[in-house]
């Protein structure tokens, strides 16, 4: 690594610390040939498939563009910025559990409506009425249908809000 200083390629690591984040290791160095002191970080590089979308484009993964499907679909909706991020990440993490080097957009969109589901029945409707372009209104009946009942299921078959 070279110094920002004076360009020299010899340095030492004087201190060693993870970041406030834990995501990171921060290292203090010091230029073996100016003796300046400077900071580097280093991350572990996540490794996320291309996306193959419905054409046969292939694209790199956009953590922005399933952030802003999500915050489209929670507009309006009492879902904390937080719970948002929290689900992105979901589906990023997702991705790179991935075995392959290309995953479908179709699997992402999959994901994200089963995080939504969990999320906010609202925000999961808004999702799936423009992933999955419901051609009519049955389609989109069908589609409540199947969160009902999946909601009913999952609280145990109690009826309640």
Same mark, same amino acid.
């Given at each position: 690594?070279?110094?920002?200083?004076?360009?020299?390629?010899?340095?030492?690591?004087? +201190?060693?610390?993870?970041?406030? +984040?834990?995501?990171?290791?921060?290292?203090?160095?010091? #230029?073996?040939? #100016?003796?300046? *002191?400077?900071? $580097?970080?280093?991350?572990?590089?996540?490794?996320?498939?291309?996306?193959?979308?419905?054409? !046969?484009? *292939?694209?790199? @993964?956009?953590?922005?563009?399933?952030?802003?499907?999500?915050?489209?679909? #929670?507009? /309006?909706?009492?879902?904390? $910025?937080?719970?948002?991020?929290?689900?992105? +990440? /979901?589906?990023?993490?997702? #991705?790179?559990? @991935?075995?392959?080097?290309?995953?479908?957009?179709?699997?992402? !969109?999959?994901?994200?409506?089963?995080?939504?589901?969990?999320?906010?029945?609202?925000?999961?409707?808004? @999702?799936?009425?423009?992933?999955?372009? @419901?051609? +009519?209104?049955?389609?989109?009946?069908?589609?409540?249908?199947?969160?009902?009942?999946?909601?009913?299921? !999952?609280?145990?078959?109690?009826? !309640?809000?």
């Amino acid at each position: 690594m070279k110094c920002p200083f004076c360009a020299h390629g010899e340095n030492k690591v004087i +201190d060693s610390r993870i970041s406030k +984040d834990g995501d990171a290791i921060r290292r203090r160095r010091e #230029c073996l040939g #100016c003796s300046k *002191r400077f900071t $580097t970080y280093e991350f572990v590089e996540e490794v996320l498939p291309m996306v193959v979308k419905k054409d !046969g484009r *292939r694209e790199p @993964f956009d953590r922005t563009k399933i952030r802003n499907g999500i915050k489209k679909a #929670c507009e /309006k909706r009492p879902i904390s $910025t937080d719970a948002i991020e929290a689900v992105v +990440d /979901k589906v990023e993490r997702a #991705c790179q559990e @991935f075995q392959d080097k290309e995953i479908p957009s179709s699997a992402i !969109g999959e994901r994200i409506m089963y995080e939504l589901q969990n999320l906010d029945g609202v925000a999961y409707v808004r @999702f799936a009425s423009v992933y999955r372009q @419901f051609r +009519d209104v049955s389609e989109f009946l069908e589609e409540l249908k199947d969160l009902l009942h999946a909601k009913k299921e !999952g609280e145990g078959g109690k009826h !309640g809000g």
